[in-house]
């Protein structure tokens, strides 16, 4: 499930920043739902190394694809996780303002799960939950994840348009700096360390879902 979304974080990201400068509309969906299709069936292996095969070979479609250039207005999304990726709960949002010429920037999928483990980390750290098997465990899985996620950017990083996500880490203490990271309402503390990685960035304009 981890390397799915990564996998498919790495599509979005290429998807929204190729579709808004396409010569040809309709290119950009394309490629994506090419590799969406094998994906869902089965054609790509389910498995770190076929998924990293098929993302440089998606890098090299979405680079075929003919352009525009130049700079276009940015805009983040953030918000409770269904709403911010769900055209149908959203009433297609990212769709129109990317009609209206601006450039829609998401912030992973994967980064709301690998939150869990920065929340986890800080309730040990400030006392409180008590340290324990689970979140040994969990230490564990963080230099896991952050290996993997560090083989799929070496590859994103070959996408013209490619743009460096801030990792956990990063957005952990950008919150930290406005509110306490035990916060458990809703999002937590991602959705403040996601407007202010936007706002570090270069991307002032976010809507909020």
């Not at 996408?159 to 952990?172: K, L």
Request: charge should be negative; aromatic fraction near 10%; glycine fraction near 8%.
């Amino acid at each position: 499930a981890a390397i799915g979304m990564m996998f498919n974080d790495a599509l979005s990201d290429m998807f929204h920043a190729t579709v808004i400068r396409e010569k040809q509309k309709g290119a950009a969906q394309a490629v994506v739902d090419k590799y969406l299709d094998q994906f869902m069936n089965g054609t790509i292996p389910l498995t770190k190394t076929g998924l990293l095969e098929a993302l440089e070979d998606a890098v090299l479609d979405f680079n075929k694809i003919e352009t525009i250039d130049g700079d276009f207005p940015k805009v983040g999304i953030v918000g409770e996780i269904y709403v911010k990726y769900n055209d149908f709960s959203n009433n297609h949002a990212a769709q129109w303002l990317m009609d209206h010429g601006l450039e829609v920037v998401l912030p992973s999928f994967f980064e709301f799960f690998d939150g869990g483990f920065v929340s986890m980390n800080n309730a040990v750290k400030t006392n409180v939950k008590k340290p324990d098997l689970l979140w040994m465990l969990s230490l564990l899985g963080r230099r896991l994840v952050n290996s993997y996620l560090q083989q799929f950017d070496a590859i994103k990083q070959g996408f013209r348009y490619h743009r460096q996500h801030v990792n956990i880490q990063e957005i952990a203490a950008k919150a930290e700096e406005i509110l306490s990271l035990n916060h458990q309402y809703g999002e937590g503390s991602l959705i403040a360390g996601e407007i202010a990685s936007f706002a570090r960035q270069g991307v002032h304009n976010v809507l909020c879902l």
